[in-house]
Nanobody, 118 residues
C-alpha cells in the first residue's frame, strides 16, 4: 500500500505564491508518475501537472503553464507544486496522485485547500 500526504495549502492574495508538497510512503518503488489535480466547488476534478518519476518529464494544463512548476525529490519520495502568480480561479482543493503505470492513478491523497483572494 501507498500513503500520500499533502501539505502547504492555505490562503494567499492574488499574485502570491504557494508551494505544495506530497510525501509518499509505503510501496513507492514502482512509481511511474505522480500528478497534482484540483477540484473547485461545483466543478470536476482536473489535472494540473504530471511528472514521470524516472525521467522527470512533465505535463501542465494550459491554465497553469508558465505559473506552476512540478518537481520531485526521488530520495524523499516527495513531489512538489510551486504555484506562482496565483489567481482567484486557482482556488480549489489540490490533491496529489500516484500511478504505477501510464494508465491512470492508483493512489490519492486527501487534498489540501488553496484559496486565492482577489
Amino acid at each position: 500500500q501507498v500513503q500520500l500526504v499533502e501539505s502547504g495549502g492555505g490562503l494567499v492574495q492574488a499574485g502570491g505564491s504557494l508551494r505544495l508538497s506530497c510525501a509518499a510512503s509505503g510501496r513507492t518503488f514502482s512509481t511511474y508518475h505522480m500528478a497534482w489535480f484540483r477540484q473547485a466547488p461545483g466543478k470536476e476534478r482536473d489535472i494540473v501537472a504530471d511528472i514521470r518519476w524516472r525521467t522527470g518529464n512533465t505535463y501542465y494544463a494550459d491554465s497553469v503553464k508558465g505559473r506552476f512548476a512540478i518537481s520531485r525529490d526521488n530520495a524523499k519520495n516527495t513531489v512538489y507544486l510551486q504555484m506562482n502568480t496565483l489567481k482567484p480561479e486557482d482556488t480549489a482543493v489540490y490533491s496529489c496522485a500516484m500511478g504505477l503505470s501510464p494508465n491512470g492513478f492508483d493512489y490519492w491523497g486527501q487534498g489540501t485547500q488553496v484559496t486565492v483572494s482577489s
